[in-house]
């Protein structure tokens, strides 16, 4: 079994900072791609940052130039650290990871339980 645990949401202020941490556990082999989705009410779930295995990062025009993803593979973590936050940053984020696992053949997709951000003005 493979299971994601998110942490480091909350509440802060236009203009200030979070970082956001995503640790899997479990049955891994090896972790591909990760990546941060964040969906704000009445909206849909958007891809926010992504991160290949390799080291290769992408970002919506959004979010570019505020917030960094990076992954520590002997962690199993992939963080995104958010600076210059602003009220549209306010959302639920989920974290995914696409895993091979050691007792099962093919890659899995998997997603952390969501967790509140909020910025105000």
């Known amino acids: 079994q493979v299971q994601l645990v998110e942490s480091g949401g909350g509440l802060v202020q236009a203009g200030g900072s979070l970082r956001l941490s995503c640790a899997a556990s479990?049955?891994?082999?090896?972790?591909?791609?990760m990546g941060w989705y964040r969906q704000a009410p009445g909206t849909q779930r958007e891809l926010v940052a992504s991160?290949?295995?390799?080291?290769?990062?992408n970002y919506a025009d959004s979010v570019t130039g505020r917030l960094t993803i990076s992954r520590d593979n002997a962690k199993n973590t992939v963080y995104l650290q958010m600076n210059s936050l602003k009220p549209e940053d306010t959302a639920v984020y989920y974290c995914?990871?696409?895993?091979?696992?050691?007792?099962?053949?093919?890659?899995?997709?998997?997603w952390g339980q969501g967790i509140q951000v909020t910025v105000s003005s």
């Open positions: 479990g049955s891994i082999f090896s972790i591909n791609a």
């Open positions: 991160i290949t295995s390799g080291g290769s990062t």
């Open positions: 995914n990871m696409k895993i091979r696992r050691r007792d099962a053949s093919g890659t899995y997709s998997y």
